[in-house]
């Protein structure tokens, strides 16, 4: 937690050294302690939650030098629009293609900044959603380098990750993300995962997943 803190604040700061220790702290370890965790690539026109989450994003601020989390999120998209998820208090990216596709750069939060408890997880195009009691979307919490996945398609890693995330989640909606074969999921849960349509959106209410969980 300590560290977590410190990461928090550096990760704000707008000055090169701080850049710089970053650089080398993601080296070292890929950022464990940060704020944020894998980027998720997002597409508003095509997927809903991502829709969703698209609306409540605000212009960042261009009063101010860029912050560490900013020129990370912006590292090789130089030619995106920088916005801000006031949610999370994460940046995000939005780029648009020739054809006018939009695409959004989105970091996933490390732990939820909510209390209110899990009331659905959504899978929509190859991203991981959780929907709470009050109302909140949040992008499922992932660890930098290792993301989530679903269905068939979703890797044994990733399918393992995300039964264990879902797990915890249903027991504490503010556990941190998961590593890899951090722990042995229940094996209702990873069959739910791995059944989980993989071109659509689907969604699982927290009955589903309790029910899952008391299978195996």
Same mark, same amino acid.
Not at 128 to 157: C, F, H, I, M
């Given at each position: 937690?300590?560290?977590? #803190? ?14 710089? #220790? ?114 909140? /979307? ?50 209702? /849960? ?11 959106? !689907?969604?699982? !209410?927290? #009955? ?9």
């Amino acid at each position: 937690m300590i560290r977590r #803190a410190g990461w928090a604040q550096i990760t704000e700061r707008t000055d090169q050294l701080a850049y710089q #220790a970053a650089l080398y702290a993601q080296r070292w370890d890929g950022g464990a302690d940060w704020p944020s965790g894998e980027i998720c690539e997002l597409y508003p026109q095509s997927s809903a939650p991502a829709a969703e989450f698209a609306k409540r994003l605000e212009p960042a601020p261009v009063d101010r030098p860029l912050t560490v989390l900013q020129r990370w999120v912006l590292s090789d998209r130089d030619e995106g629009e920088l916005l801000h998820d006031p949610a999370t208090g994460l940046p995000v990216v939005r780029t648009e293609s020739a054809r006018g596709r939009v695409t959004l750069f989105a970091p996933a939060s490390q732990r939820l900044p909510t209390t209110s408890r899990l009331s659905e997880v959504i899978f929509s195009y190859g991203t991981v959603w959780v929907r709470t009691d009050d109302g909140g /979307l949040w992008l499922a919490p992932q660890v930098p380098g290792e993301g989530l996945g679903y269905s068939q398609g979703g890797g044994t890693g990733g399918t393992s990750a995300l039964a264990q995330l879902l797990n915890r989640l249903l027991d504490d909606i503010t556990a941190p993300a998961v590593r890899y074969d951090q722990d042995t999921p229940p094996k209702g /849960l990873v069959k739910l995962v791995r059944n989980a349509p993989e071109n659509t959106m !689907s969604a699982f !209410s927290r #009955a589903d997943l309790e029910m899952a969980r008391a299978a195996g």
